[in-house]
């Protein structure tokens, strides 16, 4: 099932990045064979039967290949009960990109809804940002897996969603802020696809490095609010009625290689052609580092994260603008009667408008539709609007103004730039 493109160097490169510390590699200067990770002669730790072909990097434990399998899908298999993730007869939708996780996490949940009797029905879905040269050849890897693995696919696109393509988009707004804009259409996206098949569970192939990633950079940029959610292993956004969970919250990325390499599972490897958010790359240099000198590095920085409250949420109102928000002095005066719908991006990602008299207690409610596409959002105009009218006024840049002459989309887009989602 190996990707015929990919040739057996192509292979074992990408598990010696993923698995050796990065100064070995650079040592090596990546030339194949490299060392071998980890001379392992001893009999498996567990069955003491078969040869260890491999010492685990969760916990160094030698193991053969099938006591290895069986350790990585239990710990998931107990990961997803003992978090009560899913419900039997309940449809869930596998976000699937074609990348290593997605792939595994697909394969897994097919063997664990059969092996436990879950009772899922699950169905690939993919998103489309309309990257040339990266998403298409994803793609049809995703697709080679749903005849493998046996499941609906669907595929939803940015350009039939939104009318433009990642790669107009990178052409008008230029690539720094590729991530920001994709991210956002990317969530939004996924929640319509989901939708569209009456789904209202998503599964996401994000790993244990994924959220200690996050968890650092929050710390690292004392975003505190966001710091105390970002270890959940289910999430919902307000204004959407899709959950997301990760499965693979506790599963190591180098595991998942791995089990991906020992299985031959078919996946696509290469980059995206845009840059990952640069500050997300230093986080997770940061990781790599940690995790060569404290393997245990990763599972402790997720349970610092699930152990941290914040004293007082405390909600910051980043933005109001001129064209949602003509009455800020009303509210400086504390006079909230005719209020027209301002909007508050909070600390948190998250957008709310004020609905003046109908207000809840933090003066904001949810559960509204865009004004502009009509999905279900949290604020008078989705996220993913304010992005996209951003780019059409201001079809080459972003402005950077603190003027409130400014066109309000242009000001937002630019306070969103700075948010991660
Ligand atoms: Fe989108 Fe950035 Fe990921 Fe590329 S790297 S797919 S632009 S989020
Ligand atoms: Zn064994």
Request: hydrophobic share 35%.
């Amino acid at each position: 099932m190996e990707t015929e493109s990919k040739s057996k160097r192509e292979v074992a490169r990408e598990v010696a990045r993923e698995v050796m510390p990065s100064k070995i590699l650079s040592d090596s200067n990546l030339k194949v064979p490299v060392k071998r990770p980890l001379k392992v002669k001893s009999l498996c730790e567990v069955c003491h039967a078969r040869k260890a072909v491999m010492r685990r990097p969760k916990n160094f434990s030698s193991l053969c290949k099938e006591c290895f399998y069986q350790a990585f899908e239990t710990e998931i298999h107990n990961t997803i009960v003992g978090n009560k993730l899913f419900y039997s007869g309940e449809s869930v939708a596998i976000g699937a990109s074609g990348g290593k996780d997605s792939t595994v996490l697909a394969y897994i949940m097919k063997i664990l809804n059969e092996r436990y009797n879950y009772g899922l029905n699950l169905v690939l879905l993919s998103i489309d940002e309309g990257i040339k040269g990266y998403r298409d050849d994803s793609l049809a890897t995703v697709k080679r897996n749903q005849q493998q693995y046996e499941m609906p696919l669907e595929i939803v696109s940015y350009k039939d969603l939104y009318s433009w393509s990642m790669d107009e988009i990178v052409a008008s707004s230029g690539i720094r802020s590729s991530c920001t804009y994709c991210g956002v259409l990317r969530r939004q996206a996924l929640d319509r696809g989901a939708a569209k098949l009456g789904i209202n569970h998503v599964v996401t192939g994000h790993n244990a490095d994924d959220v200690a990633e996050t968890v650092l950079m929050n710390l690292l940029r004392g975003d505190t609010a966001r710091l105390e959610n970002s270890t959940a292993i289910m999430t919902s956004s307000s204004g959407s009625p899709i959950k997301r969970s990760k499965p693979f919250k506790y599963t190591y990325q180098k595991e998942i290689v791995l089990y991906a390499h020992y299985k031959k599972l078919d996946y696509f490897s290469t980059e995206c052609t845009y840059a990952p958010e640069a500050f997300r790359g230093t986080a997770r240099q940061l990781l790599k580092n940690l995790e060569a000198v404290r393997p245990s590095c990763i599972i402790d920085i997720i349970h610092s994260g699930e152990n941290f409250k914040l004293k007082e949420k405390r909600k910051r109102e980043t933005l109001q603008y001129k064209k949602n928000c003509r009455n800020v002095q009303q509210i400086k005066e504390g006079n909230n009667k005719n209020i027209d719908n301002p909007i508050e991006v909070r600390s948190d990602g998250s957008v709310s408008i004020f609905k003046g008299e109908k207000k809840s207690a933090n003066g904001f409610v949810d559960g509204n539709r865009c004004e502009k596409c009509g999905y279900l959002s949290s604020n008078k105009i989705c996220k993913a609007c304010i992005l996209l009218q951003g780019l059409e006024h201001n079809r080459a840049k972003v402005l950077i103004d603190t003027d409130t002459s400014v066109d309000g989309a242009a000001v937002l887009t630019k306070t969103l730039e700075k948010l991660t989602f």
